[in-house]
């Protein structure tokens, strides 16, 4: 038993960056679901306070903003403090607009690397200790913009695609070393924010991306994935799931009800 809870084996507490909605708040509702602790990390408590209303016990959060040095290092001392870790489940992320490269806004930009790239460095940087005491899990949600440029999508495809290289590396660096790297790069995903805040609030512009889609994937379909992976035996390192709707073959060939 003692040896067990040195090693990690079976200890099942995760935390779960991007809590507060759509994919990350499913993962954490999926990985409950299936007796996994969790942390919730976001910025809106009033979002997380309500999961843990729901949850109960298993579920518990703290109030982060990854992109931030301080409020993340209180995070994670606050999540160590309380125990030791199996797995971080990088969600947070987003996308800030659709311009072209030549007329995009540089804070557009800025906003997605300190979020997407620095912001899950950061976090996997402070919980690696942890996370190689418990034999212990990085997984990261990317996106298929990380493997297909598209027009419009500049700052989002490539922070994308640094976070995809990003564990790619990572998993390299840690061979021989007790942990797993996972990359989840999912293509639509139909969740309540994201595009929403991608066009500033814009509602009609949000709707767009899914319209005719017959069914974009949710947030539950990428949670399934996230608890799948995470519950394989810790020798098993699913480096790369690339996830998309049936009627997405691409992000320029998606097939949409008329
Ligand atoms: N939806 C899609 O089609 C899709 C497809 C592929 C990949 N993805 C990726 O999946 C991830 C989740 O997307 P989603 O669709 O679930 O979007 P979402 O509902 O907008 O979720 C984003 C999450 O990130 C959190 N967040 C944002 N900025 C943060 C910060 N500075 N510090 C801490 N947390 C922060 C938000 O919480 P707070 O605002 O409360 O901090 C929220 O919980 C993102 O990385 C996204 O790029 C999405």
Request: net charge negative.
């Amino acid at each position: 038993m003692m040896a067990e809870r040195e090693s990690g084996r079976g200890l099942k507490r995760a935390v779960v960056t991007g809590a507060s909605s759509g994919i990350g708040q499913a993962s954490v509702q999926a990985l409950v679901a299936k007796g996994w602790q969790v942390v919730g990390l976001a910025r809106r408590e009033d979002r997380l306070r309500q999961l843990a209303e729901d949850l109960g016990g298993a579920f518990t959060y703290q109030v982060c903003d990854v992109t931030d040095e301080d409020s993340a290092q209180s995070a994670v001392d606050a999540v160590l403090k309380a125990g030791p870790v199996k797995a971080l489940v990088n969600c947070a992320g987003g996308a800030f607009g659709k311009d072209p490269v030549a007329t995009s806004d540089l804070d557009d930009w800025r906003g997605m690397y300190e979020l997407n790239v620095l912001g899950t460095l950061r976090m996997i940087q402070k919980f690696m200790p942890a996370l190689k005491k418990s034999e212990g899990t990085v997984l990261i949600i990317s996106s298929t913009a990380g493997i297909e440029p598209y027009e419009g999508g500049g700052g989002y495809c490539a922070s994308k695609a640094a976070e995809r290289v990003m564990a790619r590396i990572l998993r390299l660096e840690m061979i021989g070393q007790p942990i797993r790297v996972i990359d989840i790069a999912p293509g639509l995903v139909h969740t309540d924010e994201f595009s929403l805040k991608r066009f500033g609030g814009d509602a009609a512009k949000a709707e767009a991306v899914y319209a005719g889609v017959p069914d974009p994937l949710t947030a539950e379909d990428i949670a399934g994935c996230v608890t799948w992976a995470l519950e394989q035996p810790d020798t098993v390192d699913i480096d790369q799931i690339v996830v998309r709707p049936r009627a997405e073959g691409s992000y320029t060939k998606v097939y949409r009800k008329s």
